[in-house]
C-alpha cells in the first residue's frame, strides 16, 4: 500500500492501484449484488467475512473510492452516493425538527427546493446570510443553530468565502454547530475545506469529480467518528448509495482530476479575457480558478441569440465537464429560486453560466464571438 504522506497528485493518479488483492493495476469492477458468508460464525461477525455481505452496505469498488476521496478531501469517512442531492439529504439528515440551519443565500438552486420541503414536512428553520459580514452569520446564531451551509464561489453569482475566519468564529461562538461546505466548483485540487476549518464536505460528483458529463453521484466527507456513525446508519437505511458501475467510473476519473482543473483554469482565463473586452458584455464574473465562468450581456435578445447559435459549445445543463456547456440560471437551474431573491443575488434574464470544458480554448472563443455577432 502506498504512504499516507503521498501528495494529492500521487493519491490521485494511483486511485485503487494498490488495493486489489490479486494485484490488478486498475482496481477491477465488481458487479455482484452480494457476497457468500464464509461460515455461521464468520457471518455472525462480520470482520471474519469478505468484509461485503451486501451491496447496499458495501462493494469493493465503493469502499475503494470512498477511501480515495477522504484522503483526497484530508477527512476520515467519505460516503459515495446516488446524487449531489443525495449527499445534500444525507448531510441535512442530522437536523432535528426546531433546529436551524445558516445557508448562504446564493446556491445550487435544488438546495432551497429542499430547504423548503424540510421547512414545511421536518419542522427546519432556515435563515439566509448574504456572504458579506461574518459577524452578520454570527449574530444569526442561536442556541437552536446546528448546521452553516456554505458554497463557495458560488452558483451562479460567483460570491468567494473565507472558510477559515468563518469556521473558527463558528466554533468560537458555539463549538456544537457544523459547518458544511459544497466543493462542486472547486475540488479538492484547490480548496480543501476540512483542513480550513469546516466539518462537512460535499460534492455533486456528476461535476468535476467525475469530469465526463457521464455518471450521476453524490460525495459527502467528514472527519469526526461520532457524525460519521450517525451519517453510516442513514446511508445505510435510506440506501442511496453510488451504484457499482458508476463507483467505477468516478474512480477512474478522479486519477486525471488534478491535470483536468488545470485545463479547466488555463481555458476559462483565456475566455475570460476574450469576454471582458466583447462589446456585447457587461460584466464577467471569475473566481481566478477554475473552469465557470457567469456574464452578462446587454440585452436578452442577445442572449436568445447566442443560446440558439452556439456551435462548439452546448446549450445544456449541468457543468465540469470535458465538453463545455453554457445556461441560462434564470430560467434553468434557478428557475425555483423566489423572484425577489433572484433579483437581489443579480440572477436576471441577462445572466449566463458557461462551464469551460477542455476543448482547444480559441475555438470556444470564436464560438462565443460568432454566436454574439448579429449577422
Ligand atoms: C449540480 C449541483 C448539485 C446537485 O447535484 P446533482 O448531482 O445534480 O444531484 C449540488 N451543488 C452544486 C454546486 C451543483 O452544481
Known amino acids: 500500500m502506498p504512504k499516507e504522506n503521498l501528495t494529492f497528485d500521487t493519491l490521485a493518479a494511483q486511485a485503487g492501484s494498490h488495493a486489489d488483492p490479486n494485484g490488478a493495476v486498475a482496481f477491477p469492477l465488481y458487479l455482484s449484488s452480494n457476497y457468500r458468508h464464509l461460515s455461521l460464525q464468520a457471518a455472525r461477525n462480520f470482520d471474519a467475512t469478505t468484509g461485503y455481505t451486501y451491496s447496499r452496505l458495501a462493494t469493493p469498488n465503493r469502499r475503494v473510492l470512498e477511501k480515495t476521496l477522504a484522503q483526497l478531501e484530508a477527512g476520515t469517512h467519505a460516503f459515495a452516493l446516488s446524487s449531489g442531492m443525495a449527499a445534500i439529504q444525507l448531510a441535512l439528515s442530522i437536523l432535528k425538527t426546531g433546529e436551524e440551519v445558516i445557508s448562504l443565500d446564493d446556491l445550487y438552486g435544488g438546495d432551497f427546493r429542499y430547504f423548503r420541503y424540510l421547512e414545511s414536512h421536518a419542522g427546519i428553520h432556515f435563515k439566509q446570510w448574504n456572504g458579506e459580514k461574518v459577524a452578520d452569520l454570527i449574530a444569526q446564531i442561536t442556541a437552536k443553530t446546528r448546521l452553516i451551509w456554505l458554497e463557495t464561489p458560488s452558483n451562479p453569482t460567483m460570491k468567494q468565502l473565507d472558510i477559515q475566519t468563518i469556521a473558527n468564529q463558528v466554533h468560537a461562538k458555539n463549538p456544537q454547530v457544523l459547518v458544511a461546505v459544497d466543493n462542486t466548483f472547486l475540488t479538492p485540487v484547490y480548496q480543501r475545506p476540512l483542513t480550513l476549518g469546516a466539518d462537512i464536505v460535499v460534492h455533486s460528483a456528476t461535476k468535476y469529480l467525475s469530469g465526463h458529463n457521464d455518471l450521476l453521484g453524490g460525495v459527502l466527507v467528514c472527519k469526526d467518528d461520532e457524525l460519521a456513525k450517525e451519517y453510516y446508519d442513514y446511508y445505510l437505511t435510506t440506501g442511496d448509495t453510488m451504484s457499482t458501475f458508476d463507483s467505477w467510473l468516478l474512480l477512474r476519473s478522479l486519477k486525471t482530476l488534478s491535470v483536468r482543473m488545470q485545463r479547466h483554469t488555463s481555458n476559462a482565463q483565456a475566455v475570460v ?55 441560462i440560471p434564470y430560467y434553468q437551474t ?42
Not at 453560466?353 to 454574439?372: K, Y
Open 334 to 375: 434557478h428557475a425555483d429560486v423566489a423572484e425577489n431573491q433572484r433579483a437581489r443575488l443579480g440572477i436576471t434574464p441577462q445572466l449566463l453560466r458557461l462551464s469551460v470544458g477542455l476543448e482547444d480554448p480559441q475555438d470556444l472563443i470564436a464560438d462565443l464571438e460568432q454566436a454574439l455577432s448579429e449577422k
Open 273 to 327: 479575457e476574450y469576454l471582458k473586452q466583447a462589446p456585447q458584455v457587461t460584466k464577467v464574473l471569475y473566481p481566478g480558478k477554475g473552469g465557470m465562468v457567469s456574464f452578462y450581456l446587454q440585452s436578452e435578445a442577445q442572449v436568445e441569440h447566442l443560446l440558439n447559435h452556439v456551435k462548439v459549445i452546448s446549450f445544456a445543463e449541468s457543468l465540469g465537464g470535458v465538453e463545455s456547456l453554457i445556461t
